[in-house]
């Protein structure tokens, strides 16, 4: 929930006046008794008065309740406001929970040509434990990989349709780490045995003093030899160090191959942070065949306006750009979207690899013994 937070901090800091004036109007609407906090009470009958049933759950109270009083602020209450501008309302179809940070959806749905298809999206406790029933052909990824692997869908839709959705983002964006952990876990139990083993013999290799640690010095070594060099960021490094000890053991190295096989390693542009959360993207950029960069900026540069990028730049974040990319997407052509599927569903074998730089795993398994 903490990334949503600072995504909507910024969101609210890059408002127009007016539209902070109005996010106050809100918020004075949904104070009945004008004491200056939200209860529960007066969350449930606002948005059941304003038709926003989808949001009208406990769970979501709870999660925007940040210091768990049992009413909401001003500013607990923005979180609201930025969720219902972006359309960010999003719930576990499982166990219904409101979904915070990383989830996991149906690619098969998520693309379907049928609008009406719901993207079965699911948290990742649920997908860990595969606590969950749909269809048998179903290819699971995380919101991330989603993005990352379906601009290239959205570039093949007819230009009218990408143009029509970049309005739609203007027109929302005008009125308006821990979980990285978790999908990497959600990811590595649903491996089979054979493929957890490949993932253990390529942490022996990068180990090559063979005590059980990898130090700053070895993930240098190992991903430059490997010509990794996207990911040779020290941000990385300290990002998946979760004890802040100075080394990697298995389960924090792991994420690592996590971030390499769904594309996760994305940077900010401003200050070159590593985002293992919440950031916000160009959506002009996004949407233009001849951009290479989406230019991604984090949610501190977004919100402080450390930045420089074309004049008439509109940001959204990226549960946002995902969200309402989906009709463009659903316009490619099938051979490219059955194209993607396979790119989406190559990382969940971890000894089948995409690209060039992921073949380190596939190497170590025919140079390693023991």
């Given at each position: 929930?903490?990334?949503?937070?600072?995504?909507a901090?910024?969101?609210y800091?890059?408002?127009?006046?007016?539209?902070?004036?109005?996010?106050?109007?809100?918020?004075?609407?949904?104070?009945?008794?004008?004491?200056?906090?939200?209860?529960?009470?007066?969350?449930?009958?606002?948005?059941?008065?304003?038709?926003?049933?989808?949001?009208?759950?406990?769970?979501?109270?709870?999660?925007?309740?940040?210091?768990?009083?049992?009413?909401?602020?001003?500013?607990?209450?923005?979180?609201?406001?930025?969720?219902?501008?972006?359309?960010?309302?999003?719930?576990?179809?499982?166990?219904?929970?409101?979904?915070?940070?990383?989830?996991?959806?149906c690619?098969?749905?998520f693309?379907?040509?049928?609008?009406?298809?719901?993207?079965?999206?699911?948290?990742?406790?649920?997908?860990?434990?595969?606590?969950?029933?749909?269809?048998?052909?179903?290819?699971?990824?995380?919101?991330?990989?989603?993005?990352?692997?379906?601009?290239?869908?959205?570039?093949?839709?007819?230009?009218?349709?990408?143009?029509?959705?970049?309005?739609?983002?203007?027109?929302?964006v005008?009125?308006?780490s821990?979980?990285?952990?978790?999908?990497?876990?959600?990811?590595?139990?649903?491996l089979?045995?054979?493929?957890?083993?490949a993932?253990?013999?390529?942490?022996?290799?990068?180990?090559?003093?063979?005590?059980g640690?990898?130090?700053?010095?070895?993930?240098?070594?190992?991903?430059?030899?490997?010509?990794?060099?996207?990911?040779?960021?020290?941000?990385?490094?300290?990002?998946?160090?979760?004890?802040?000890?100075?080394?990697?053991d298995?389960?924090?190295?792991?994420?690592?191959?996590?971030?390499?096989?769904?594309?996760?390693?994305?940077?900010?542009?401003?200050?070159?942070?590593?985002?293992p959360?919440?950031y916000?993207?160009?959506?002009?950029?996004?949407?233009?065949?001849?951009?290479?960069?989406?230019?991604?900026?984090?949610?501190?540069?977004?919100?402080?306006?450390?930045?420089?990028?074309?004049?008439?730049?509109?940001?959204?974040?990226?549960?946002?750009?995902?969200?309402?990319?989906?009709?463009?997407?659903?316009?490619?052509?099938?051979?490219?979207?059955?194209?993607?599927?396979?790119?989406?569903?190559?990382?969940?074998?971890?000894?089948?690899?995409?690209?060039?730089?992921?073949?380190?795993?596939?190497?170590?398994?025919?140079?390693?013994?023991?």
């Amino acid at each position: 929930m903490e990334e949503i937070r600072r995504a909507a901090a910024a969101y609210y800091q890059n408002l127009p006046e007016e539209k902070k004036r109005y996010a106050r109007f809100v918020f004075s609407e949904m104070d009945k008794n004008g004491d200056g906090k939200i209860n529960l009470k007066e969350f449930m009958e606002y948005l059941n008065k304003d038709n926003n049933s989808a949001l009208n759950n406990p769970s979501l109270f709870r999660a925007l309740d940040k210091n768990n009083n049992g009413s909401l602020d001003f500013e607990e209450a923005t979180v609201l406001y930025y969720i219902m501008q972006s359309g960010r309302a999003l719930f576990c179809k499982s166990c219904n929970t409101f979904l915070t940070d990383v989830y996991f959806s149906c690619f098969h749905c998520f693309t379907s040509k049928d609008s009406t298809v719901s993207t079965y999206e699911i948290c990742c406790d649920c997908f860990r434990g595969k606590k969950f029933t749909h269809h048998d052909d179903a290819t699971f990824c995380d919101n991330y990989t989603l993005l990352s692997q379906g601009r290239s869908l959205a570039l093949a839709a007819p230009p009218e349709k990408r143009n029509s959705v970049l309005k739609k983002i203007e027109m929302t964006v005008g009125v308006a780490s821990v979980a990285l952990r978790r999908a990497a876990g959600a990811f590595y139990e649903q491996l089979p045995e054979k493929e957890k083993k490949a993932a253990r013999k390529a942490f022996k290799a990068m180990d090559k003093n063979r005590d059980g640690q990898i130090s700053l010095r070895e993930y240098m070594k190992y991903l430059k030899k490997k010509k990794v060099t996207d990911l040779t960021h020290q941000s990385i490094f300290r990002a998946l160090d979760k004890d802040d000890n100075g080394s990697l053991d298995f389960e924090e190295a792991f994420l690592l191959f996590y971030i390499m096989q769904s594309g996760r390693g994305v940077f900010c542009k401003s200050c070159t942070t590593f985002m293992p959360g919440a950031y916000f993207s160009c959506s002009e950029c996004f949407f233009r065949v001849d951009s290479e960069s989406t230019y991604e900026i984090c949610c501190d540069c977004y919100g402080g306006k450390r930045y420089t990028h074309h004049g008439g730049a509109t940001f959204c974040d990226n549960y946002t750009l995902l969200r309402q990319s989906r009709s463009a997407m659903q316009e490619a052509p099938v051979t490219k979207r059955n194209k993607v599927l396979q790119n989406i569903e190559k990382p969940t074998r971890i000894v089948i690899l995409v690209t060039g730089i992921l073949s380190l795993i596939r190497d170590i398994g025919g140079h390693f013994h023991g």
